[in-house]
């Protein structure tokens, strides 16, 4: 066989784990041979292509990124973007194509199989942990041991200099980097997407703490959490697929009006890329290898329209359908846990 193999959305540590397990299993499992397209649905629509050996894939499990780098096309925003994909399925001669990607890439690898008959199978992967029908992505454990280290070094000078410190995080419409970062790191307060921001209760609960004595705060809050008065902040915050940077975002929202409200110094981090960069963990780099192991079994069983899933500790695989209907937003069951140790 002939596989195509691409790498879709945001970029996250495991994609090339994935790239050189679906490589190497492809090679010495099945004789088969793998070609690379470039900058996710780009890659197939204009037909950027590069070869892929065990040679060209050696010693890729410990780097981030990804060696075929990434865009955000769609390609059924674009004129002809999946004949165009089909012509180059065909020009390249591919029995199949493997998408690795975040909810956006695997939907469009849906709509490829049901609507233009293509041979795919998905391999999820996002920070955010967001995706159904599997327990975890790669590239999540990642993120929050990133942004656990951070919060370790937030709690030194928030104690040094009696301060509030506000934590942004990831997680546009789900909080579990919030969540599992925020405990891990001991935070003191952790506001999520899924719980609108009461601000008076925030402003309350660290007027609380600091009257017991306890002169610093840690705040950690996901990037899409909002207020739920829009009263609170005056000022919109909306995330274009990257955490913004500048003053309208909900953690410099969050530092003014806790320093206006409790007259305690406050300031703000937002850890923006950082969470996403860099070499993976050990326990991506594992569970991207199965990924792509599994995944490519998929694809010379012709099990198409499947992605590769994690339940406990076992792969399955799923309709991808299944994976791309909604989102998998944060288990309550989670935050309360969390919440037993605000303020």
């Known amino acids: 066989m002939r596989i195509g193999i691409l790498t879709g959305g945001g970029d996250c540590p495991g994609l090339n784990a994935v790239i050189r397990a679906v490589v190497r299993t492809s090679v010495k499992e099945y004789s088969s041979e793998v070609v690379g397209f470039l900058e996710g649905w780009r890659g197939p629509i204009e037909n950027m292509v590069m070869p892929l050996t065990m040679q060209s894939t050696g010693g ?9 780098r990434t865009s955000r096309t769609n390609p059924f925003k674009l004129d002809r973007g999946p004949e165009r994909i089909a012509e180059n399925i065909v ?52 993120a929050i041991n990133i942004v656990t280290e951070a919060i370790d070094r937030l709690h ?37 997407p899924e719980k609108p921001i009461k601000a008076q209760e925030v402003v309350q609960a660290i007027k609380t703490r600091h009257s017991r004595g306890r002169d610093y705060s ?23 697929g ?56 998929l694809v ?3 099990k198409y329209g499947r992605m590769v899933a994690l339940s406990g500790s076992k792969l399955h695989d799923v309709a991808i359908e299944e994976a791309t209907g909604s989102l998998k937003t944060l288990d309550m069951e989670l935050y309360n846990v969390a919440e037993v140790f605000f303020g």
């Not at 040094?160 to 909080?175: D, F, I, P, Q, T």
């Not at 005056?234 to 995330?239: A, L």
Request: include cysteine.
């Open 60 to 68: 890729l499990i410990h780097r981030g990124g990804t060696i075929l």
């Open 91 to 142: 020009k390249n001669r591919l029995d199949a194509l493997i998408a690795v990607g975040d909810i956006d890439t695997c939907s469009v690898a849906n709509r490829l199989h049901q609507e233009h008959n293509l041979n795919v199978v998905c391999v999820p992967k996002t920070i955010d942990n967001d995706i159904n029908a599997t327990d975890f992505t790669f590239g999540f454990d990642t």
């Open 156 to 192: 030194t000078t928030a104690e040094s200099h009696n301060r509030v410190l506000v934590c942004e995080v990831m997680g546009r419409k789900a909080g579990w980097i919030a969540c599992y970062g925020g405990i891990a790191g001991g935070a003191d307060f952790i506001l999520v």
């Open 218 to 240: 840690i705040v950690v809050v996901a990037e899409g959490a909002r207020f739920e008065s829009p009263e609170a902040s005056n000022e919109p915050s909306e995330s274009n």
């Open 242 to 297: 990257d955490s913004p940077t500048d003053n309208t975002s909900i953690g410099n929202q969050l530092a003014r009006l806790i320093e206006s409200e409790t007259g305690f110094e406050t300031r703000a981090t937002i850890l923006g890329h950082i969470q996403r960069g860099g070499a993976p963990t050990a326990f991506d780099r594992v569970l991207a290898t199965r990924f792509g192991v599994k995944a490519t079994q």
């Open 300 to 302: 010379h069983d012709k």
